[in-house]
């Protein structure tokens, strides 16, 4: 029997190989998560086929840097995103086994340690399939062409007569395996960048393998506890570590520390006051010791005095206060999208509709805590930890070490959870100063507190949007003004392009208001809202801007078609006309996409699915909401309509049913697909309903589950998910169905009991308070 396919596990400490060269990152490199990883692309053409050809009789067959064959036909997938629950490894190796027109049982996945070859390593952004498909697609393909070509050599049978099905080359009457053509074939065949880009690759009809149902390669490991996680990290010789937290995440000093008490603790070494190049850390103190029950309970010890900031008195509501005052200054911020003719078009309408949108700070809560082991071995630093964006922190951890990048090496392992949080890879650093600092390895880890307060959170959010209406009810214009904290500005200021005005913006803080409906003169305004950006850290957590831009639009669009007197659902398909903002001939975008009518078509028919305009139930309704990818040019469209009842008595809001249908192109990885739709769906829903925390005194309320309180298993409706049936490219998955399912919500409340929510979470003291003044 074949053996099943399983996952390579990162070891703790590997010694150098060819995938664990030294580290080269660079600002440039940030671009590169829009170019497909083609500058490691082309230097795979340059070099890894013909590099591949004279070690293949030996050692195998390497025709790309993104897999190769061994001499037993066993095809090894490297994998340059984080591996998190989401079984991207599967996906990605799915892509490559069509093309390469593999038996699916050979393959093996390799999640490689950081190397400049990659390119960019980020794992994020629904990216990973929607823009690995086509550069891994053509390097299956020009792997299968090179074993064809050789395989009719030793078959001796001319190259035409040849086909490759399973892992076998045929012709003639006669086959050959992928492994038996590693072992004696010549296989010295090479690429250009250029070739490599022009290879031809299967059209929809002949794949065999993409679309169909099959076990994830990383389930084994993690049932049977083989994966190997950060947490799992271990190397001769480490100490463990616990942060001591100082009181803001910005502008504290340790002017004092006291450990006497701490010293009776056995096995505690040291409280290291941390000295920090980079400004990741300010003012931490960690303490040392021979195992972590040592160190977290010496921790709970040491005493600290610092000095703070500011950020020390700052509260939620000082920082939504900011983002209005903000908000009505018409002078700040970016204006992403300004039209000819917006205060023209308000200023002659017949009647205007305006509403304020807010959305409380939310935390990532992932399963595994944060942690990361660093060490000095062979001249570099290695750092040992799970990791979403390796390319962003590598600069910084080089920085804070005081050396040249490519002396600081990342090591890959499982993540147990990341949703954004690891993108941020803040939490080596301090790692890496505490081993400088001791002159041993230390393994530095957070309690799930500590995980909490150190936290780069999604940001609170106001929004203020306006709607002009014309003589006979038409759209004329629209303007929608959003301020947030920006983490994009605050880790990685180069990737915020310019707006009409000349003024930056993060566009992971306003995706989302730049919609697809056609709205006449439109105007849209990021605003940076700095007293967040000066309190905590913001992060990037699921879906980032479009949680809240879509939350705000999606419910405006609701009130805007009551206000108008129309259907919501024939109001929308109404503006869904393919003929707004920034859209070419014929509504085609600038993937060749009629964008509007594709998000049309999802909208009608998850409304068409859920019952749309059928009778309900007293004190319950149906609502409904859509979105597109993370990104306006990400060809992903998704639509929900919830389903509600609402208990005036209590307050309480039971989400009956989520219907919720997406149009991703193709589906390369069925399950995995339907798990992520699925699991952004319930996280769009906890947000909607239960999660939610404020700031006091410059840290969040709440530091662990007792009172932060996520979705709960009896709280979860039925899902019905559905896919619209498509052979164009795969597109993202990751984050789109977690936007629309708020605002579906919120529709579905007042169409149950005529009240408007506008604030997320949406809990039973707010709908009550809405329902004594309605």
């Known amino acids: 029997m074949r053996e099943a396919p399983t996952a390579s596990a990162p070891s703790p400490a590997p010694g150098p190989t060819r995938r ?20 490691a692309l082309a230097a795979d053409a340059a070099n890894g086929a013909a590099k591949g050809a004279a070690n293949g009789a030996a050692a195998g067959f390497e025709p790309t840097i993104w897999y190769d064959i061994d001499r037993e036909g066993i095809v090894t997938v490297n994998i340059i995103r984080a591996e998190m629950g989401q079984h991207v490894g599967t996906a990605l190796a799915r892509i490559v086994a069509e093309e390469l027109e593999l038996d699916w049982g050979s393959v093996r996945l ?47 049978v001319g190259r035409a007569a040849c086909t490759a099905r399973l892992g076998v080359v045929s012709g003639g009457g006669r086959s050959i395996s992928y492994a038996e053509i590693v072992r004696r074939g010549q296989l010295a065949r090479s690429y250009s960048a250029e070739e490599l880009k022009a290879m031809p690759i299967k059209p929809a009809a002949e794949r065999r393998l993409i679309g169909q149902p099959t076990s994830a390669i990383d389930i084994p490991a993690k049932t049977t506890g083989a994966a190997r996680y950060g947490l799992d990290a271990e190397v001769p010789g480490m100490v463990y570590a616990r942060p001591k937290l100082p009181p803001t995440r910005n502008g504290c000093t340790v002017t004092a520390i006291d450990d006497s008490a701490a010293r009776a603790i056995p096995g505690y070494l040291k409280s290291l006051v941390l000295k920090d190049p980079s400004g990741t850390v300010p003012g931490w103190v960690v303490v040392c010791a021979e195992s972590f029950v040592a160190a977290s309970r010496a921790a709970d010890l040491v005493k600290v005095t610092w000095s703070s900031s500011a950020a020390a008195s700052v509260s939620e509501a000082d920082i939504q206060a900011h983002g209005l005052k903000l908000i009505t200054d018409k002078a700040a911020g970016s204006l992403v999208v300004e039209d000819a003719g917006v205060d023209a078009a308000f200023t002659a309408a017949t009647s205007t509709l305006e509403r304020d949108y807010t959305t409380a700070t939310v935390l990532h809560f992932q ?77 530095l880890v957070w309690t799930r507190a500590d995980d909490m307060r150190f936290d ?29 904290g920006w983490p994009t500005q605050v880790m990685v200021p180069t990737f915020m392009p310019k707006g009409k005005n000349g003024a930056p913006y993060d566009p992971f803080a306003i995706s989302g208001a730049d919609h697809w409906y056609t709205v006449g003169a439109q105007r849209v305004r990021a605003v940076s809202n700095d007293l967040a950006n000066s309190t905590f850290r913001p992060g990037w957590l699921r879906s980032v801007g479009p949680g809240w831009t879509n ?12 206000a108008a007197g129309v259907d919501p659902l024939a109001f929308r398909l109404h503006l869904l006309a393919g003929n707004g903002q920034s859209v070419g001939k014929n509504g085609v975008d ?53 389903r509600v009842r609402v208990d005036r008595r209590s307050g309480v809001i039971k989400v009956e049913q989520l219907t919720v249908v997406v149009d991703a192109g193709t589906i390369v990885h069925p399950d995995g697909a339907l798990a992520q739709v699925e699991g952004a769906s319930l996280w769009g829903l ?41 052979t164009e490219p795969p597109t993202g998955l990751g984050e789109p169905a977690t936007t629309v399912i708020a605002p579906a919500i919120a529709n579905a409340i007042f169409a149950a009991v005529g009240v408007r929510l506008r604030h997320l979470p949406m809990r039973p003291a707010d709908l009550l308070a809405a329902l004594k003044t309605s």
Request: aromatic content about 8%; hydrophobic content about 40%; proline content about 5%.
């Open 20 to 39: 664990g060269f030294l580290i080269s990152a660079t600002s440039a490199g940030f671009a590169m998560a829009y170019t497909l990883a083609e500058p």
């Open 110 to 156: 390799r999640y490689v340690d950081t190397d400049p070859k990659w390119g960019t390593m980020v794992t994020g952004g629904s990216w990973s399939v929607w823009q690995s498909f086509p550069y891994l697609s053509q390097a299956g393909a020009a792997g299968r062409m090179a074993l064809l070509d050789e395989g009719a050599k030793l078959l001796r």
């Open 367 to 443: 399963l595994e805590p944060l942690n990361a082991l660093a060490l000095h071995k062979d001249g570099r630093w290695e750092i040992h930890t799970g990791n979403q964006w390796q390319s962003l922190i590598l600069p910084t951890l080089a920085k804070a070490l005081g050396v040249e990048e490519k002396q600081v090496l990342m090591r890959t392992y499982l993540i147990g959870g990341g949703f954004g949080r690891r993108l941020n890879g803040d939490y080596a650093v301090p790692a890496a100063l505490a081993a400088q600092a001791l002159g041993r390895p230390v393994k």
């Open 456 to 484: 780069s959170p999604r940001s609170p959010s106001m929004q203020r949007l306006r709607m002009a209406f014309g003589p006979v009810g038409e759209v004329t214009g629209m303007q929608h003004h959003a301020s947030a």
């Open 551 to 562: 939350w705000a639009l999606e419910s405006f669009m609701d009130e805007a078609a009551r």
């Open 590 to 642: 600038k993937n060749g996409v009629d964008s509007a009518q594709r998000q049309a078509q999802v909208l009608q028919r998850a409304a068409a699915k859920a019952g749309w305009g059928s009778k309900m139930p007293t004190d319950t309704g149906l609502g409904l909401a859509t979105s597109f990818g993370q990104e306006r040019d990400m060809p992903t469209w998704c639509a929900c309509v919830a």
């Open 686 to 726: 906890s947000m909607a309903l239960h999660e939610g925390t404020e700031f006091v005194n410059g840290q969040v309320r709440d530091s662990n589950l007792n009172t932060y309180t996520p979705l709960r298993m009896r709280d979860v409706p039925p899902l019905e998910i559905e896919f619209i049936a498509s």
